[in-house]
């Protein structure tokens, strides 16, 4: 069994999540800002399908891609020379949100639901949430976004609509991050996607204290410009 939370209710011990399945540590509350912020302080994230009580999650291990360890393949280096695509911060936040929400490989659902998307503006709106775009002759056929805390930065979803679209957009992000200091990249479960980019699984209690340590340097707040 998992505890209910109320909207004021503390988050129970990581160390009391599920092992099956994994990470699953309680449900209920809500999704303003300072439930999201408090839970993502602490390595915790909502993932629910629409219609279900919101459900938080903290997996052991977790899947991390620290900037300094980012693979590019020859293929995708190759296609970061080309410059027919523009990349773009932060100048349709909703609309990739709402990109990574629609189906793909012949599924319908999505957990990204009309709620999700509005709790995650409203924490772009206040600078702590962002948009990394892959755009063709002005078109957006790619990206990703996350959430920014301090040094440290939780990768949510991407979507690509042209080839490697979603790889250049994480490139990018990731070359960026490493520049501004940032030590650690969430990216919650293991994919063989995430992989081949050099993301690769700690143990919880490493995650968090690294975590621990990264949230509480001063952080960037406010929309990304690329230099």
């Not at 408090?38 to 279900?52: D, K, L, V």
Request: glycine content about 8%; some cysteine; hydrophobic content about 40%.
């Amino acid at each position: 069994m998992i505890p209910w939370i109320d909207n004021d209710t503390p988050f129970p011990p990581l160390s009391s999540a599920l092992r099956e399945p994994n990470g699953l540590l309680a449900a209920g509350g809500d999704l303003s800002p300072q439930r999201l912020i408090a839970a993502y302080s602490r390595g915790i994230f909502p993932w629910f399908n629409p219609g279900e009580p919101i459900l938080w999650w903290s997996p052991d291990p977790r899947m991390v891609l620290f900037p300094g360890e980012l693979k590019v393949s020859r293929s995708l280096r190759k296609t970061l020379k080309n410059q027919t695509y523009e990349i773009r911060t932060d100048t349709a936040f909703r609309q990739v949100m709402q990109a990574c929400a629609a189906p793909r490989d012949g599924h319908s659902g999505t957990w990204i639901s009309p709620a999700m998307v509005a709790a995650y503006t409203e924490l772009h709106r206040q600078g702590l949430a962002h948009s990394v775009e892959t755009w063709m002759d002005d078109k957006l056929v790619g990206g990703l976004y996350g959430v920014s805390l301090g040094r440290m930065f939780y990768g949510e979803s991407m979507f690509s609509l042209a080839t490697d679209a979603s790889k250049i957009a994480f490139v990018h992000l990731v070359r960026q991050l490493e520049l501004w200091g940032y030590g650690m990249i969430d990216c919650q479960m293991k994919t063989a996607h995430l992989a081949s980019l050099g993301a690769r699984e700690i143990p919880r209690a490493e995650f968090s204290q690294k975590l621990t340590e990264l949230v509480n340097f001063p952080g960037i707040i406010g929309p990304w410009h690329r230099p």
